[in-house]
């Protein structure tokens, strides 16, 4: 099972729609995660971070954490086609030596049609 | 400000060159790491810093050489690559759990 899973997609969302992103993860200890939007040939960007059970709002997008089901998402309301782009969720995942990685998802390529 | 600069941008090479990327923040961070990315693929960890020691090697070629002078600055040197080497390499610097990234060094290795 890879630690951190994500559906690749192509996901395309009509212009105005939500997109909706999953994750799921494998450490049951994980603590911090974390939702990048990479553009094509640029760097990852942070969108969102989230640390605790619930939603947490910022603008547009919404990310939400359920650590019983070990699942995190990413909502994006009013979805503009400036929002296409390859969306990267990572956790931070505790390695066998003690150290702490950020792991990332395959990432979902999401395409907003007009 | 969570600004992370890298130069140069771009960079082709040839297999017998040696070179290096740079990488710059003054936020105070005092974790940096490098990663390779391919293309469709995600970031994939190459070295870890942390107050300017070397904590994390995750088995890369020894033909990469990372340097931490200060707290601000990482070097990736580079030497004798292979075509395969060729990718975007991304810096980073974390603040509490957070890292943010810079804009990358795009290499191509010919």
């Known amino acids: 099972q890879k630690e951190v899973e994500q559906n690749s997609g192509p996901l395309s969302v009509p212009e105005g729609a939500i997109a909706s992103l999953n994750c799921t993860y494998s450490?049951?200890?994980?603590?911090?995660f974390f939702w990048y939007r990479q553009y094509s040939g640029k760097s990852p960007e942070l969108i969102m971070s989230i640390y605790s059970n619930g939603d947490k709002e910022d603008g547009r997008f919404t990310a939400q954490l359920n650590k019983a089901s070990q699942y995190v998402s990413l909502l994006i309301r009013d979805s503009q086609p400036s929002d296409s782009a390859t969306y990267l969720c990572?956790?931070?995942?505790?390695?066998?030596?003690?150290?702490?990685?950020?792991?990332f998802g395959t990432g979902t390529r999401l395409t907003i049609i007009p | 400000d969570t600004e992370v600069t890298q130069t140069p941008k771009h960079l082709v090479m040839g297999m017998t060159n040696k070179k290096s990327l740079k990488c710059e923040q003054h936020?105070?961070?005092?974790?940096m790491y490098w990663y390779k990315q391919k293309a469709k693929k995600p970031p994939e960890l190459m070295f870890v810093?942390?107050?300017?020691?070397?904590?994390i090697n995750e088995s890369v070629p020894s033909r990469f050489s990372p340097e931490c002078p200060n707290s601000s600055l990482l070097n990736l040197h580079l030497h004798a690559l292979q075509p395969e080497d060729s990718a975007l390499y991304l810096c980073?610097?974390?603040?509490?759990?957070?890292?943010?990234f810079g804009p990358g060094t795009r290499l191509l290795v010919l």
């Open positions: 450490d049951r200890v994980s603590q911090s």
């Open positions: 936020m105070g961070h005092r974790a």
């Open positions: 990572a956790v931070n995942i505790r390695s066998n030596f003690g150290n702490e990685k950020l792991t």
């Open positions: 810093y942390s107050y300017e020691k070397l904590s």
């Open positions: 980073a610097s974390r603040l509490g759990e957070t890292q943010y």
